[in-house]
């Protein structure tokens, strides 16, 4: 399809301007991954991912054709996903990572895609933990307490 083209191509261009930025940036310290290592890391999966595009949109039959909707029938979805990231930017620092995500992903998961209880309560916690243990334990680096760090402070 003309369109996977048009954005596997304009993705991949913006992978490399990033790649290509992200070499000026030390990618690892003494202490472990510094402020190159993430700008590096998401620009090859964005490079990746842009090609699996563009090699899908190789792959199909040329007469394969969709028309062109900008939105179709998940418009909805993309505005609640959209508000949701917005309010989850605006609350982060404030009420601090493992709250903000863990309100991002129970409205995502149970009144977004309408999951169950169960598998949102999960997910959510399995996230949580594995963030955390991938950030501050792992890499260490600290995450944002916001409304929890007299909470934390108390704990240590």
């Known amino acids: 399809m003309k369109k996977d083209y ?14 290509f930025q992200a070499q000026g940036l030390t990618v690892w310290a003494e202490t472990g991954p510094s402020e190159g ?35 179709g029938a998940k418009r909805p979805k993309f505005f609640l996903y959209s508000g949701a990231f917005l309010a989850f930017a ?32 999960y997910v959510t916690v399995a996230s949580i933990i594995g963030s955390y243990i991938i950030f501050q334990v792992i890499f260490t680096i600290p995450l944002p307490e916001g409304v929890l760090t007299p909470l934390m402070q108390r704990l240590r």
């Not at 048009?6 to 790649?19: T, Y």
């Not at 290592?37 to 040329?62: D, H, M």
């Open 90 to 121: 605006l609350i982060f620092f404030w009420m601090g990572y493992s709250l903000a995500v863990a309100v991002f992903l129970l409205f995502i998961l149970r009144f977004v895609e309408q999951q169950s209880w169960k598998t949102t309560v």
């Open 6 to 19: 048009v954005s596997g191509s304009i993705l991949l261009f913006v992978a490399a301007v990033l790649f």
């Open 37 to 71: 290592f993430f700008p590096l890391v998401l620009s090859i999966l964005l490079g990746v991912l842009s090609a699996i595009i563009l090699l899908q949109a190789c792959s199909r039959p040329k007469g394969e054709t969709e028309p062109f909707r900008l939105f």
